[in-house]
């Protein structure tokens, strides 16, 4: 199972969950090995047994190791699950059962056709490997993860506005990383206009990787023709609301499993506010500027009770800076009353 999930993290983050798969023969000696590459491609099931026709192997009677249940629902390929009976698979190994109704079923399927099929293996890790697919297609909604960077006393930007750099280099590359595994990055129109952000997932040298997110603006007013959003990068989504749950759903329909929060306090205010943020992630720099702007704007929050609690699930040191990992610990907007956020002037128009 630990092979089928390094075989996994081989395929792209999309709209579609990485899943690896093993084959092995009654003594354990591997048949064939598959991931899956990206929609509209074989799934790792049929990849490892396409795998193992390459190598000349026989497999009837063999066991599938297989980080997600198999499918069960035809879209732009076949079910696993046939395939797998139609080769003659004995028996089948899952780590995480398949939470999305319309392609659960594999693992019923197969037992109902006499397969020896156990589930539940290594599930935390295959859990870790799915990452905000899981979530996503759990709540019918992209995970949503805010981004800051700021001062060690929560600023985003001295009084002049100058922003550029609060945290290192190293916090940067990091950060780029981070873009690299998103569906899209989610600013504000006042950050698009303050700013003029690239939006970008970039290497070390400065270059774009294969993998550019959605960069998407918020808000009623214009990106302009010579923004650099409208340059080299991912496509360019306009979506002339203030709703973060309306965000959301545009995101959802366009089959984006993890949104990046990045700007501005407004903007952040507006999803903690909604309960739609899942994660923050903190960049952290050993600076003091004692005024500026801050990174979240005002929540409506007038005592230390109302507080939105976070839990904390990594600290990463990223050369002189930072990074806090935290989940929010307050129930969801649909589950508790959250604060409603105030739209700054900026915002607003």
Same mark, same amino acid.
């Given at each position: ?32 090995? *598959?991931?899956?590459?990206? !929609? *509209?491609?074989?799934?790792? &099931? ?25 499918? %069960? ?33 594999? !693992? ?51 009084? %002049? ?7 290192? %280099? ?24 303050? %700013?003029?952000?690239?939006? /970008?997932?970039? /290497?070390?040298? *400065?270059?774009?990787? &294969? ?19 409208? *340059? ?5 989504? /306009? ?20 949104? #990046? ?37 005002? #929540? ?50």
């Amino acid at each position: 199972m630990r092979r089928a999930l390094e075989l996994a993290h081989r395929g792209p983050m999309g709209p579609n969950p990485r899943v690896g798969c093993v084959l092995l023969d009654r003594d354990g000696a591997v048949l064939g090995e *598959g991931w899956h590459r990206g !929609a *509209g491609t074989p799934h790792a &099931e049929v990849a490892a047994l396409a795998d193992a026709r390459e190598r000349g192997a026989d497999v009837h009677g063999a066991t599938a190791v297989v980080t997600l249940e198999p499918c %069960d629902h035809a879209g732009r390929t076949g079910p696993c699950s046939t395939a797998l009976l139609a080769a003659g698979i004995a028996r089948v190994v899952v780590s995480v059962e398949d939470p999305n109704p319309v392609a659960a079923g594999g !693992a019923r399927r197969l037992r109902e056709a006499g397969v020896d099929v156990l589930t539940g293996v290594l599930d935390d890790e295959g859990l870790a490997a799915l990452g905000a697919w899981l979530p996503a297609v759990r709540h019918g909604r992209p995970f949503v993860t805010l981004k800051t960077a700021t001062t060690l006393d929560g600023r985003i930007a001295a009084v %002049d506005g100058t922003s550029r750099w609060i945290t290192s %280099d190293v916090a940067r590359r990091h950060a780029h990383a981070l873009r690299a595994d998103v569906g899209a990055i989610v600013v504000g129109t006042g950050t698009a206009l303050t %700013d003029d952000p690239s939006l /970008t997932a970039r /290497t070390e040298d *400065g270059s774009l990787v &294969e993998h550019q997110p959605l960069r998407v603006v918020v808000g009623h007013r214009d990106v302009p023709a010579g923004s650099r959003l409208r *340059g080299p990068g991912g496509e360019l989504v /306009t979506v002339r609301t203030h709703d973060p749950a309306q965000v959301l759903a545009v995101l959802h329909e366009r089959e984006v499993r993890h949104v #990046l929060v990045e700007g501005g306090p407004t903007l952040a205010a507006a999803f903690l506010a909604a309960g739609l943020v899942d994660e923050v992630h903190a960049y952290v720099a050993p600076v003091l500027l004692g005024a500026g702007p801050a990174a979240v704007g005002d #929540l409506g929050i007038t005592t230390i009770t109302q507080a939105l609690r976070l839990e904390p699930s990594t600290v990463v040191p990223l050369g002189p800076d930072v990074l806090v990992v935290a989940t929010v610990r307050n129930a969801p907007a649909d589950e508790a009353p959250a604060p409603a956020a105030r739209p700054s002037t900026e915002e607003e128009h």
